[in-house]
């Protein structure tokens, strides 16, 4: 293994240096085939992988989770345990590992959790499957992830609704009040980008809070009034970056915001106006689950730019109503152009945030214009755009393989119709990727056809897409092996009727809920010379097709020595040799009950079982507790069985512990409430069981369960 490490660049390094013996995992070079199997494919590829193995779900990744997910976690997070790794989200996903670990799957789709991977607690989304490892004798060893990091893209979605609905919401002719009030309303439904918003706008003394929202006119933070290099906002600079002021907490009394804790930082945005200078500045409050970086920078001027250009719009129509209708005509051309100049930059900007580049073509002109984000996604430039022509281009931008079809969705749509396919695209040095292609054609004012929409990279989604596939197949294997082992544990359980001479008996057998792998719970009815009657019951802790084999042996051991004769103390020694000497790793429970109709009593031997249940006929339980000795395979001495003497009517329950323990219930509990069930359950034997099962588990059983209910003939 440590070459394998080592072939793997920095990440591999590190992986080697782990001090393995110390974890659970043990030495790598000791390691399950099936896990140094899954550690190769997993450095080897370009996705974000992590895994989980064993049972603290100790943790190793490759190099793209590391450089994508991990961030300061690395490198002390390989070989720790993964809740250790992650414990701020733990609570959130331990039941999705939980169902893996199952034996199931799991699908997420830009799953929302909060991690400190950067020295503070930050807001992130994430896309991911959760897959099964199986270990190579077949049990689940592991958990395996694929994950793909959605929080920028989230982020921007949301950041784009808000530049979308303050563009929508200021559309309209509104004087400058109105527009301020539309402006705050649109900008305080956005708490989660901008927890809080103060608009100030110049005058001859300096600013005046003209809209808030957040904070309160006059709160410590949003003084009605500011001069300039005085209060507790800085005076913004001619240009219009932003200006950050941190540490605003301590400063101020703050609300808090949805993630639940107040913003520690906030940003003095410039308005800008028509003519250069600004109509005053917006104060921002800042998410505090998330980094001050460019894209944040962005999408703050792009929300100053919003509020400028609306509040032009507002001033030019309130001009427009006082001048004479030549001049403010004049002067609104002015200031369209100036606004489709600023209306162009502000969407360069929103495309390139969201990564979607747009497109307009005149089929009639072959005229082609783009946006700046269209040319950077193809390695174009301005000059390329200008000469190309249709269908021409196809040749250039169309894969040879598509090329066809993309002419033919072109040709073939008439005005009003929508255009949307995907199909690979190429850049200018001839390299492909697939590409979302979203448009309209429309009559254009000259009779001729326009096309125009949006094209955005989509190679990411159909790598994660394939990643899935090969996930859901890997599952498919699993429940294959699942059905494998379900039949050889039903091809290894007795009869469910028996005919005995002096004792009734009903049997229940269920496997767990479907996705779960099937155990190794058995019972077995002796028929003995004498007529002697042998009651056997048994796990064998573990799930699939090993487990299954080892109860089948065991089954077939206790019967075999239940045949020679030997009494109840010997027979589970012998067992207990057994798997000493054939399982010495694997831990088995079970009780022996062996009924004598003379002595009209049952002697019991119980190795780390769930205690049997006697009930008598007049409802009196009691639990068959004896002297307490270990699972068996630990070669320790057995004490003398516990004699249960039986009066006619009475019976004797042996069951699994599926059918008393529950997750979140103690299994004391569990017994407590099955003993009382059978004391209040007055039923024929074969309707009892059932009606036991029933009551217990109404949700159904996530673990085998197993009965065995004995009774002495009420005329016996």
Not at 69 to 88: C, Q
Not at 668 to 697: K, W
Request: negative net charge; aromatic residues 8%.
């Amino acid at each position: 293994m440590r070459e394998l490490f080592l072939r793997h660049g920095e990440i591999g390094q590190r992986l080697a240096a782990v001090e393995w013996s110390a974890t659970p995992l043990g030495d790598p070079d000791d390691w399950p085939q099936s896990l140094r199997s899954v550690v190769g494919i997993m450095l080897s590829s370009r996705f974000a992988i992590w895994i989980g193995w064993g049972p603290e779900l100790t943790f190793l990744c490759n190099d793209a989770y590391r450089r994508d997910t991990l961030g300061a976690k690395y490198p002390w997070a390989l070989g720790r345990p993964a809740a250790e790794v992650w414990p701020e989200v733990w609570p959130e996903v331990t039941p999705l590992v939980e169902q893996v670990l199952e034996g199931g799957s799991v699908w997420e789709e830009d799953l929302q959790l909060f991690v400190e991977r950067n020295g503070y607690r930050e807001e992130t989304y994430h896309t991911f499957s959760y897959s099964p490892l199986i270990d190579d004798d077949g049990t689940v060893g592991g958990l395996l992830c694929i994950v793909s990091e959605t929080t920028e893209e989230v982020v921007g979605k949301r950041r784009m609704s808000v530049l979308r609905d303050l563009g929508v919401a200021l559309a309209d002719k509104l004087t400058e009040e109105e527009t301020l009030a539309t402006a705050s309303k649109v900008l305080g439904q956005a708490t989660r980008s901008l927890p809080f918003h103060l608009l100030y706008l110049h005058d001859a003394g300096g600013a005046r809070l003209a809209a808030s929202g957040g904070l309160p006119a006059g709160h410590p933070a949003a003084p009605v009034r500011l001069v300039a290099g005085e209060g507790p906002w800085p005076w913004p600079g001619e240009s219009d970056a932003p200006v950050l002021v941190e540490g605003i907490r301590e400063l101020f009394p703050l609300p808090d915001t949805p993630w639940g804790v107040p913003p520690e930082s906030a940003a003095v945005v410039p308005i800008p106006g028509a003519h250069e200078a600004s109509y005053g500045f917006l104060v921002l409050g800042l998410n505090p689950m998330r980094p001050y970086d460019e894209s944040y920078v962005d999408f703050l001027r792009l929300v100053g730019g919003h509020v400028g250009a609306a509040i032009t719009d507002a001033r030019a129509y309130d001009y427009e109503r006082d001048r004479a209708e030549r001049l403010a005509e004049l002067d609104r051309s002015n200031q369209i152009r100036t606004e489709l100049e600023r209306s162009r930059r502000l969407l360069d900007q929103a495309q390139r945030m969201a990564r979607v580049g747009s497109w307009s073509y005149d089929l009639a002109e072959r005229r082609l214009e783009v946006s700046s984000e269209f040319l950077r996604i193809l390695d174009r430039d301005d000059e390329w755009a200008k000469t190309a022509g249709y269908p021409g281009f196809l040749s250039l931008v169309a894969h040879p393989d598509d090329a066809e079809f993309v002419a033919a969705v072109l040709d073939e749509a008439a005005p009003g119709d929508q255009i949307a396919f995907e199909a690979r695209v190429l850049r200018a040095d001839g390299s492909a990727f697939h590409a979302s292609v979203r448009g309209v054609l429309e009559a254009g004012p000259d009779g001729g056809v326009v096309a125009q929409g949006s094209l955005q990279d989509i190679s990411e989604r159909r790598r994660a897409e394939e990643a899935i596939a090969l996930a859901h197949a890997t599952a498919e294997v699993a429940a294959r092996e699942h059905q494998i082992a379900a039949e050889l544990q039903a091809s290894l359980l007795p009869a469910s009727t028996y005919d005995l001479d002096h004792l009734e008996v009903a049997t229940f057998y269920r496997p767990g809920q479907e996705g779960t792998e099937v155990g190794g719970d058995w019972y077995d009815v002796i028929d003995l010379s004498g007529g002697r009657t042998a009651l056997v019951m048994g796990d064998v802790m573990g799930h699939g097709v090993h487990a299954a084999a080892v109860m089948g042996q065991l089954r077939t051991a206790v019967r075999a020595y239940a045949r020679l004769g030997m009494p109840p103390r010997r027979l589970m020694e012998s067992v207990d040799d057994l798997v000493c000497d054939m399982f010495p790793d694997q831990i088995v429970t079970c009780v022996y009950a062996e009924f004598a109709p003379d002595e009209r009593a049952v002697s019991i031997v119980n190795a780390g079982h769930v205690p049997p249940l006697r009930v008598t006929r007049d409802g009196m339980v009691e639990r068959v507790q004896g002297e307490t000795h270990p699972p068996l395979g630990l070669n320790r001495p057995f004490p003398e069985p516990s004699v249960l003497a039986l009066a006619p009517g009475d019976r004797v329950l042996l069951y699994t512990d599926g059918l008393v323990e529950r997750r979140g219930q103690d299994l004391e509990e569990g017994i407590t409430a099955l003993g009382g069930l059978l004391a209040a359950r007055d039923l024929p034997l074969a309707e009892l069981t059932d009606a036991l099962v029933a009551d217990m588990l109404p949700d159904g059983a996530a673990d085998d369960v197993a009965l065995l209910l004995a009774q002495v003939p009420p005329g016996e």
